[in-house]
């Protein structure tokens, strides 16, 4: 769906993408490493920064443990291995952008054989909602952020995507947005992103 407040999509020169919940089904139960972590219903990496160096050791070690075995059994998203295929196909490169950590994220991409080079990680700087990781992705990949696509499932995602003025496409798993951000454009699930871009490639809307 999308979003007839902004200019018309075009098919995009990259694609930069959120991990848990968008490349995979949603790996983490945050309820319950909040409750373990001791922090309420704050958000993670924000209440670590924020803690004295004791008792950020023993928060991380939860979520380090929470992730870790989480990585060892998580699923890609229905529609994800042929997306990624066209994408190669079409010379379309991608990133990875995520707050998870780099070996959370490294166990992932091994596990599913995902060639995606571009991982941009919380160990790399600011990490979304700050648009400096989609730009850092952006400088990697060497294309203009206007001519990228930022694809995640979170507020985090889109949020990070209009700081960076980097065209935003969330993923809804069929259900209502819950924040008040609004993407570019809306799908319920990865087969329809494909179909987005192979209607865009057909039409000759390319900026590449």
């Given at each position: 769906?999308?979003?007839?407040?902004?200019?018309?999509?075009?098919?995009?020169?990259?694609?930069?993408?959120?991990?848990?919940?968008?490349l995979?089904?949603?790996?983490?139960?945050f309820?319950?490493?909040?409750?373990?972590?001791?922090?309420?219903?704050?958000?993670?990496?924000?209440?670590?920064?924020?803690?004295?160096?004791?008792?950020?050791?023993?928060a991380?070690a939860?979520l380090?443990r929470?992730?870790?075995?989480?990585?060892?059994?998580?699923r890609?998203?229905?529609?994800?291995?042929?997306?990624?295929?066209?994408?190669?196909?079409?010379?379309?490169?991608?990133?990875?952008?995520?707050?998870?950590?780099?070996?959370?994220?490294?166990?992932?991409?091994?596990?599913?054989?995902?060639?995606?080079?571009?991982?941009?990680?919380?160990?790399?700087?600011p990490?979304?909602?700050?648009?400096?990781?989609?730009?850092?992705?952006?400088?990697?990949?060497?294309?203009?952020?206007?001519?990228?696509?930022?694809?995640?499932?979170?507020?985090?995602?889109?949020?990070?995507?209009?700081?960076?003025?980097?065209?935003?496409?969330?993923?809804?798993?069929?259900k209502?947005?819950?924040?008040?951000?609004?993407?570019?454009?809306?799908?319920?699930?990865?087969?329809?992103?494909?179909?987005?871009?192979?209607?865009?490639?057909?039409?000759?809307?390319?900026?590449?």
């Amino acid at each position: 769906m999308q979003n007839m407040n902004l200019p018309p999509l075009r098919l995009p020169r990259a694609i930069l993408f959120d991990m848990d919940g968008t490349l995979t089904e949603p790996l983490l139960d945050f309820p319950r490493i909040k409750a373990e972590m001791g922090i309420g219903n704050r958000p993670i990496l924000e209440s670590l920064a924020m803690m004295t160096p004791a008792d950020r050791q023993a928060a991380e070690a939860i979520l380090h443990r929470h992730e870790d075995q989480a990585a060892q059994s998580c699923r890609l998203n229905e529609g994800c291995e042929s997306l990624l295929r066209w994408l190669d196909e079409h010379h379309i490169p991608q990133a990875i952008i995520t707050r998870n950590s780099r070996s959370c994220a490294r166990i992932i991409l091994d596990r599913h054989r995902l060639a995606i080079e571009i991982l941009i990680t919380r160990e790399d700087g600011p990490f979304k909602p700050d648009p400096h990781p989609l730009l850092l992705a952006c400088k990697q990949l060497n294309v203009n952020p206007a001519e990228a696509w930022m694809v995640g499932d979170g507020v985090y995602d889109v949020q990070a995507a209009h700081h960076a003025e980097i065209p935003s496409i969330w993923l809804s798993h069929g259900k209502p947005r819950p924040f008040a951000d609004e993407p570019a454009h809306t799908i319920a699930q990865l087969p329809n992103l494909l179909l987005l871009l192979q209607a865009l490639r057909d039409k000759g809307d390319n900026c590449a």
